[in-house]
């Protein structure tokens, strides 16, 4: 499942392919995942109109359009964009086609189908359903060492499930949760009320530098725009990681084995000694 890293970089990559490029005609090919609109008004609102830029909100991709409308996609598990050439034969999971200017045309894939489109007025964006309950941005000037001790008091919750609840801090997942409680060294089951004001400003300071470690990482990385599936966790990905699916080898800071268990139905990851309270 891609992170806020990873659907940035896809949003930047959009961003690069697209801006001031026209839809010349699209096509909803599979009507379950827009399922806001019939495909007929979908391709409507799409046909004519100039991609004006591409931007993201938490996990959420922003194409937004000269005709006052933003489509927003969420990619889930297994959505992707393949852009290629206009008469290139279209691959199985193609759920959504957009033909471009430029001779290109932009594929919207997804095997498992858990991906969803929307098109909905630019205006109305932050009243939308999908990003009406989202907290700040990490990297936005509201997200604040304040802000983040003011919404741990207020919860009843282990820290690191905190950490995922998307109403409280966006964008961090799995992952990158594990990753900003082990450089902040906080015990994962530690309730977020409990954690104290100078901590709160350390892991302030871990949950946007490690953020901003994956983002230059992953730009680093070559990205095939016929293939922009949000999966770079591959090759030396494991450099960044510190905990997380590491259980059972040395913690990299001081040599405990990591250990896993499970909280939220998922895998949490930490070190019992750089992360003893
Ligand atoms: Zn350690």
Known sequence: MPELPEV?????????????????????????????????????????ARVETVARRGKHILTHLSNGRTLLTHLRMTGRFLYVAAEAELEPHTHAVFWLDDGQKLLYSDVRRFGRLQIVKTAELDETKALRQLAPEPFDPAFTPEYLFRALKRSRQPIKLFLLD???????????????????????????????????DRL?????????????????????????????????YESLTRVYDRAGQPCLTCGTLVRRFTQGARSTYYCPRCQRR
């Not at 697209?18 to 799409?46: C, D």
């Not at 060294?185 to 100078?198: D, E, H, M, T, V």
């Not at 490690?210 to 090759?235: F, H, K, M, Q």
């Open 8 to 48: 940035e970089m896809v949003a930047r990559h959009l961003r690069a392919l697209l801006a001031g490029k026209t839809v010349r005609k699209a096509q909803l090919l599979q009507p379950g995942i827009a399922p806001e609109h019939p495909p007929r008004q979908f391709a409507q609102w799409l046909r004519g």
């Open 166 to 200: 998307q109403t409280r801090v966006v964008g961090l997942g799995n992952i990158y949760a594990a990753e900003a409680l082990h450089r902040a060294g906080i015990n994962p089951q530690l309730p977020a009320q409990q954690l104290s004001r100078p901590r709160t």
């Open 204 to 236: 302030h300071t871990e949950i946007v530098a490690v953020l901003n470690d994956a983002i230059a990482y992953e730009s680093t990385l070559n990205t095939d725009p016929r293939d922009l599936d949000a999966s770079y966790t591959g090759g030396t």
